[in-house]
T-cell receptor, first 112, second 113 residues
Framework: GENVEQHPSTLSVQEGDSAVIKCTYS??????FPWYKQELGKRPQLIID???NVGEKKDQRIAVTLNKTAKHFSLHITETQPEDSAVYFC???????????WGAGTKLIIKP | GAGVSQSPSNKVTEKGKDVELRCDPI?????LYWYRQSLGQGLEFLIY????????KSGLPSDRFSAERTGGSVSTLTIQRTQQEDSAVYLC???????????FGDGTRLSIL
């Protein structure tokens, strides 16, 4: 079936450095790609999303890039801060069944 | 309210009992999803409602699980004859349309003794 692979599963970076999380998807018809942040014990919250008609989107320290040909998209966080520590999930929307297919998550640890 | 509301926030019950979990989506959102999240794991899709269409139940793990959505708004997830492996956080999300951002509730933490 369709799936989304997310890497790495854990990422540890020094405060102030950049973090990059990558996802690949299998359904070439996918056209919507959100990223969610989930802090410990909290609900997942949307932080940024991108649609297939654009290649990059930026919101302050967060950016997402999409390569439709290669079927992968990435989350970039610059100037990381302690409050960026969380689990990040990527997802790809499937037109065939109107569902989001979720990645397994990346635990981001910001070292002081 | 402004967000997705779930109740109860915590539920502890004995193995074999039935439980009902409730989700009140954002007003006007036509699509509603239920997910299960075990400790330290990702989101496991359970069921999807869109308007008046028949729900997509393809993610329900067994026939002990069922869900309904009355009047296109509030949804109830029912687990019958609970087992210890049902222990998890059950998350509900709603969205204006299926390819729009999903808004999550705080979840129900279910513990089966």
């Amino acid at each position: 079936g369709e799936n989304v692979e997310q890497h790495p599963s854990t990422l540890s970076v020094q405060e102030g450095d950049s973090a990059v999380i990558k996802c690949t998807y299998s359904d070439s018809a996918s056209n919507y790609f959100p990223w969610y942040k989930q802090e410990l014990g909290k609900r997942p919250q949307l932080i940024i999303d991108i649609r297939s008609n654009v290649g990059e989107k930026k919101d302050q320290r967060i950016a997402v890039t999409l390569n439709k040909t290669a079927k992968h998209f990435s989350l970039h966080i610059t100037e990381t801060q302690p409050e960026d520590s969380a689990v990040y999930f990527c997802a790809a929307f499937m037109d065939s069944n109107y569902q989001l297919i979720w990645g397994a998550g990346t635990k981001l640890i910001i070292k002081p | 309210g402004a967000g997705v509301s779930q109740s109860p926030s915590n539920k502890v019950t004995e193995k074999g009992k039935d439980v009902e979990l409730r989700c009140d989506p954002i007003s006007g959102h036509t699509a509603l999803y239920w997910y299960r999240q075990s400790l330290g794991q990702g989101l496991e899709f359970l069921i999807y409602f869109q308007g008046n269409s028949a729900p997509d139940k393809s993610g329900l793990p067994s026939d002990r699980f069922s869900a309904e959505r009355t009047g296109g708004s509030v949804s109830t997830l029912t687990i019958q004859r609970t087992q210890q492996e049902d222990s998890a956080v059950y998350l509900c999300a709603s969205t204006r349309d299926s390819n729009q951002p999903q808004h999550f509730g705080d979840g129900t933490r279910l513990s089966i003794l």
